[in-house]
T-cell receptor, first 114, second 114 residues
Framework: GENVEQHPSTLSVQEGDSAVIKCTYS??????FPWYKQELGKRPQLIID?????GEKKDQRIAVTLNKTAKHFSLHITETQPEDSAVYFC?????????????FGRGTSLIVHP | DAGVTQSPTHLIKTRGQQVTLRCSPI?????VSWYQQVLGQGPQFIFQ???????GRGNFPDRFSARQFPNYSSELNVNALLLGDSALYLCASILEDTMNTEAFFGQGTRLTVV
């Protein structure tokens, strides 16, 4: 099955700095890569996603890049703000047993210091 | 994502007991997935149901079972509870079982086994 590795586990930055979270996956058939943000005590929510036919996607301060050859994808947050503090999860979606199943990374705890 | 509801929000059970968790997906969504999230880790896939049929099963023991009802709501059952079953159980609502479909998570049920 799919295996997703996510690094770093914790990331501490100053407000205004950039933050980068990296993920690698094992199943070359995976074609959809969503990123979720989970604030303390709240549900995971999709913040951005990328499909395999695209190399980069941006949404305001957030961007995601995908390298299918190397099987890795990254989340980039620019001009970080304290409200960006949360746990971020990457996922890779692959076909398993006839159904599309996302496999999640272990998460990155981002701390933005004012 | 106003429609994804899970009940109960918190639950305390004793080792050896059985528990039933419930999930109502977003109106119109036909697929429900269940995840276990242990503190400090990403969501781990347990089951996926689509149109009342089991479409995927993660690496969990037979003590875990689930079903989906005609109205697309779902129940997750765990028998013979162990201390290690303590976790946040998340339900995700998905419109269709396709590669690029966003998963909308519920708030989760916090299960504590003592």
């Amino acid at each position: 099955g799919e295996n997703v590795e996510q690094h770093p586990s914790t990331l501490s930055v100053q407000e205004g700095d950039s933050a980068v979270i990296k993920c690698t996956y094992s199943d070359s058939a995976s074609n959809y890569f969503p990123w979720y943000k989970q604030e303390l005590g709240k549900r995971p929510q999709l913040i951005i996603d990328i499909r395999s036919n695209v190399g980069e996607k941006k949404d305001q301060r957030i961007a995601v890049t995908l390298n299918k050859t190397a099987k890795h994808f990254s989340l980039h947050i620019t001009e970080t703000q304290p409200e960006d503090s949360a746990v971020y999860f990457c996922a890779a979606t692959s076909l398993s047993g006839g159904s599309y199943i996302p496999t999640f990374g272990r998460g990155t705890s981002l701390i933005v210091h004012p | 994502d106003a429609g994804v509801t899970q009940s109960p929000t918190h639950l305390i059970k004793t080792r050896g007991q059985q528990v039933t968790l419930r999930c109502s997906p977003i109106s119109g969504h036909k697929s429900v997935s269940w995840y276990q999230q242990v503190l400090g880790q990403g969501p781990q896939f347990i089951f996926q149901y689509y149109e009342k049929e089991e479409r995927g099963r993660g690496n969990f023991p037979d003590r875990f079972s689930a079903r989906q009802f005609p109205n697309y709501s779902s129940e997750l059952n765990v028998n013979a509870l162990l201390l290690g079953d303590s976790a946040l159980y998340l339900c995700a609502s998905i419109l269709e079982d396709t590669m690029n479909t966003e998963a909308f998570f519920g708030q989760g049920t916090r299960l504590t086994v003592v």
